[in-house]
């Protein structure tokens, strides 16, 4: 069983940064797959960002390239979400996600992910 704990979500102003962290739990996560979804009010989940389990393969929805950049220190079991450049339209709840590598690959649909966390809100005002 993985548990996924997310932390680091906030208010923040238009052009200013958060850096999210989501501390992983359970035998072997370090090689799970993880990814960052997102869920604005009265919308679906989307995909924001993934990452292989080594770290050595990335993967960005367009409207985050060159502002948010994933990454993870399996040592620590924690993957991180750097958010610079934030943007009104960034206001959701954020979900940390894993599953079992399968592929050495990035996933980016919610159905491939096995294990999800609580979330935590991140609120950008303009």
């Known amino acids: 069983q993985v548990q996924l704990v997310e932390s680091g979500g906030g208010l923040v102003q238009a052009g200013g940064s958060l850096r999210l962290s989501c501390a992983a739990s359970g035998y072997t996560v370090s090689t799970y797959a993880m990814g960052w979804f997102r869920q604005a009010p009265g919308k679906e989940r989307e995909f924001v960002a993934g990452?292989?389990?080594?770290?050595?393969?990335?993967y960005y929805t367009d409207s985050v390239k060159g502002r948010f950049t994933i990454s993870r220190d399996n040592t620590k079991k924690t993957v991180y979400l750097q958010m610079n450049s934030l943007k009104p339209e960034d206001t959701a709840v954020y979900y940390c996600?894993?599953?079992?590598?399968?592929?050495?690959?990035?996933?980016?649909?919610?159905?491939?992910?096995?294990?999800w966390g609580q979330g935590t809100q991140v609120t950008v005002s303009s």
């Open positions: 990452i292989n389990w080594t770290g050595h393969s990335t």
């Open positions: 996600a894993a599953t079992v590598d399968r592929r050495a690959g990035v996933y980016s649909q919610t159905y491939e992910y096995d294990y």
